[in-house]
């Protein structure tokens, strides 16, 4: 039996995500099981996740998941490649997953595929050089290098969101040596970042303004799990301040340390100067942002430099497999990863004692990135979640 394989930040968890599982298992079996790589506490457009990890994940096994792991902080917090590679090398650790399953607008893997093996390519390497000279934004030169090499119609992959993410899973999963089936279900309804719902559907963004807004009565029709009563939705708002104060701390140099700093393009001297003119964060990430440097990029580099994080946090490769969520198939599912998986598994937080130097490491970041998210709360909370927060765990299936 085929085990499927989702990569999500679930944030929150919807009903569009729960039809691509239902989907999932029309395609391969009603019984099939559905593991999940989630984003924790930090979202990849460089922002707070609307609930904690451990509430997102037990909403993903309630709306149909069966064990959700998660994507550690540094890979959820980069671009499309490096998040990409990160949740393919949680998914193909486990040693059990053998199908990638995606949101996709084409909904064909075929024209994904074609895409991935050209950006791999040595030609796509030269054609992208030269676009490059010409100081329009990577994405616009990575999409017209692809054309010249496949088509405008061979290219128009890159440039849809999920589709684009598709792109780079494939990549990744090539150089992983992954071979597994890739399912490529089409996206119906609201798309990435749709301000309206549309056939019975929402995207994830206008729920999350809505829940912070006061409309959470809107977003209930689109949540399968109704939103709990008393919990307060985290805010970048909370915390606004103490990340103003952070930036207006670092120079150039301190920026340049940073993933994605441009440190060769002089991106952190333009940073540097935001931080000292700009009085919120909107308009820090206005000052920066350029055609070339885009406003996603900018608002990822914030988050790094709050969280105090550097390009060498994010390891060669992931060094374990957290556990979130689970219910009974989980646990049948965590088995076999402990028998055949490639990664050790932390199913305890005492569990991080017998990890590598590197890996304990990556550990006592993840805690110091969770005690800054629980900043983002109306109410503070106490530091140190990470080290006694155990897997939720749900009876059934």
Same mark, same amino acid.
């Given at each position: ?7 999500? =930040? ?18 391969? $079996? ?12 930090? +979202? ?12 997102? /994940?037990?909403? /993903? ?8 792991? =998660? ?38 893997? +075929? ?125 970048? $708002? ?12 670092? $120079? ?13 393009? $002089? ?10 003119? +700009?009085?919120?964060?909107? =308009? ?114």
């Amino acid at each position: 039996m085929a085990v499927a394989g989702i990569i999500a =930040e679930y944030n929150p968890f919807h009903t569009g995500h729960q039809r691509l599982i239902r989907q999932v298992r029309q395609r391969l $079996g009603e019984d099939t099981p559905v593991v999940a790589a989630m984003t924790g506490n930090w +979202a990849q457009r460089g922002e707070c996740a609307i609930a904690d990890k451990w509430q997102r /994940a037990r909403w /993903a096994v309630q709306g149909g998941a069966d064990l959700v792991l =998660e994507l550690p902080t540094p890979w959820a917090l980069s671009s499309a490649e490096g998040f990409a590679r990160g949740g393919m090398e949680v998914l193909a650790g486990t040693g059990v997953v053998d199908a990638l399953c995606f949101g996709s607008e084409c909904g064909e893997s +075929a024209p994904l595929r074609r895409a991935a093996q050209c950006l791999d390519s040595p030609a796509f390497a030269q054609r992208l050089h030269v676009h490059l000279d010409s100081h329009k934004p990577f994405a616009v030169c990575r999409q017209l290098a692809a054309a010249d090499l496949l088509g405008l119609e061979g290219a128009r992959v890159l440039a849809s969101p999920n589709d684009n993410l598709g792109v780079e899973y494939l990549r990744a999963g090539q150089a992983l040596g992954w071979t597994g089936e890739v399912l490529a279900i089409p996206r119906t309804g609201a798309g990435h970042d749709d301000p309206r719902p549309a056939q019975g559907y929402a995207s994830a963004s206008i729920l999350r303004e809505w829940m912070r807004t006061g409309q959470g009565w809107n977003a209930s029709f689109f949540l399968p799990t109704p939103w709990p009563e008393g919990l307060s939705p985290a805010h970048m $708002g909370q915390i606004e301040r103490a990340v103003l104060y952070r930036l207006r701390s670092m $120079g150039a140099r301190d920026f340049a340390r940073l993933p994605d700093s441009g440190a060769g393009e $002089g991106l952190p001297d333009r940073l540097a100067a935001a931080a000292q003119s +700009a009085c919120s964060m909107e =308009e820090f990430y206005f000052t920066a942002k350029t055609k070339r440097y885009t406003h996603a990029r900018i608002r990822r580099l914030a988050l790094w430099a709050f969280l105090n994080l550097e390009a060498q946090d994010r390891l060669e490769h992931i060094p374990y497999l957290r556990v979130l969520a689970l219910n009974r198939r989980g646990r049948e599912i965590l088995r076999q990863v402990n028998k055949r998986g490639t990664l050790p598994v932390l199913a305890k937080p005492a569990h991080a004692r017998r990890l590598s130097q590197p890996a304990k490491e990556l550990m006592e970041l993840e805690a110091r990135c969770t005690d800054l998210y629980d900043l983002c709360f109306p109410e503070l909370k106490k530091g140190g979640r990470e080290w006694t927060q155990s897997p939720v765990y749900l009876p059934g299936r």
